[in-house]
Structure formats: C-alpha cells, structure tokens
C-alpha cells in the first residue's frame, strides 16, 4: 500500500519568503506529526494532529510557523517570512493513533528546505 | 520531559561481524522504545517497537533490541551485518499520552552514523 508522501521533495526560498510544505499520510491514519531535522541530528517534534485537531503544537519555533488539517487527511506545514535558521528537512509523519499506536509512526520521505 | 542518548556518533564495522548500537533514554515511567533507520535522502523506516512484555524484541532485517530497565538502555543488535545496513540508526522514545488527550511527539537521540568495511 501507499506510504507517506510529501511534496514538494526540495524547495529553495529566499529569506522572507512564505513556502508552504504539503505531507498525504497514509490512508485511515488518525494521528499524523511533523517533525524538524537539522542536518546531522535527529528528528525534532513540531505538532501533533489526531484528525483535524490540532492537539500538540508545542514544538513549533515561531509563530512564524503553522500547520493545518482542515479535513483530518492531507495536511500542510506553512512557514512565512522563511529565515535561514528554517533550513532543514521537514519530516511527516503518520499512526493509527490512539494510545500507544500513537508512537508507532511511519515517517515521509521529507521535504529539504534551503533558505538563501 | 524525556531524553535520548546515543553515545557513539559513528560506528565502523565489518561485513559480517556483529554489531550493538547503544541507547540510553531518561524517563520518569516505563517509555515506549523505538528504533529507526534512515538511509541517504530517504524517510526514516520503523525496525522495532517495544511497549510492554518481553523485554527482547525482534525486528525487521535481522535486528533485535533488549530493553533494560535497571541501565536504561534498549540496545540494537544485528549478529551478520551486511553491507546495505550502512546507514543512519535513530533510537526514540514515546512519552505516555497526557490525560485528556494529546500527545507528545516521539524524542529522538541525535543517531549512529553505521559504516560497514568490506
């Protein structure tokens, strides 16, 4: 079956513009996350949605960075007025959901965003 | 709030021989345990899960995991290594979900550069 897709793979901004980065989790998924990874460390929690609720957003940096899932499938990462800080790999993620299948992620390819 | 260390930024091994990647976790309760692999420009795949029970867990690929309480740890071990398991290995743990719904999102160690020699 079809795994996690996000699109695009690679994206380069310059700074100060808005760029919006777009995870489909796998179908039936309740519960999908969204993950920052730097280069060389490991995966940073960001938000966390069960549906279209947006439960957990305290790992998001700024409030210059925001998330949606208006219909509890697709969701879209958005960062407007990109710095060059934001550069990293943005992974997405999916589960289940509910209690511990929760944990039990299934991570997207994730996107490389380069801010010049 | 959790942490994960894995002490050993990169690890050579050659093809063959057997191979730990250590892991130790901070966590007030029983955490869930997760290893994953990541491979150059790919997504990170799930090798193994621990949640409750036997505490040796087997996985994808030939690879298991023991869950130590007393040491914190829960180790990934392979008995051969083959070439294609060079990669980048991340050990997670899961906090338990808060009452009244939401969750935290799973906290990575910085991971295990694995190199494999012929």
């Known amino acids: 079956g079809a795994g996690v897709s996000q699109s695009p793979r690679y994206k380069v901004a310059k700074r100060g513009q808005d760029v919006a980065l777009r995870c489909d989790p796998i179908?039936?998924?309740?519960?999908l996350f969204w993950y920052q990874q730097a280069l060389g460390q490991g995966p940073e929690f960001l938000t966390y949605?069960?549906?279209?609720?947006?439960?957990?957003k305290s790992g998001l940096p700024s409030d210059r960075f925001f998330a949606e899932r208006p219909e509890g499938s697709v969701s879209t990462l958005k960062i407007q007025r990109t710095q060059q800080e934001d550069s990293a790999v943005y992974l997405c993620?999916?589960?289940?959901?509910?209690?511990?299948?929760?944990?039990?992620?299934?991570f997207g390819p994730g996107t490389r965003l380069t801010v010049t | 709030a959790q942490s994960v260390t894995q002490p050993d930024i990169h690890i050579t091994v050659s093809e063959g021989a057997s191979l730990e990647l250590r892991c130790n976790y901070s966590y007030g309760a029983t955490p869930y345990l997760f290893w994953y692999v990541q491979s150059p420009g790919q997504g990170l795949q799930l090798l193994l899960k621990y949640f409750s029970g036997d505490t040796l867990v087997q996985g994808i690929k030939g690879f298991e995991a023991e869950f130590k309480r007393s040491q914190s740890s829960f180790n990934l071990r392979k008995p051969s290594v083959h070439w294609s398991d060079a990669a980048e290995y991340f050990c997670a743990v899961g906090a338990r979900a808060r009452r009244g719904g939401g969750a935290d999102g799973l906290t990575f160690g910085k991971g295990t550069h694995l190199i494999i020699q012929p």
């Open positions: 993620a999916s589960s289940l959901g509910a209690g511990r299948l929760t944990y039990e992620q299934y």
């Open positions: 949605f069960q549906n279209e609720a947006q439960l957990d």
């Open positions: 179908s039936g998924h309740v519960s």
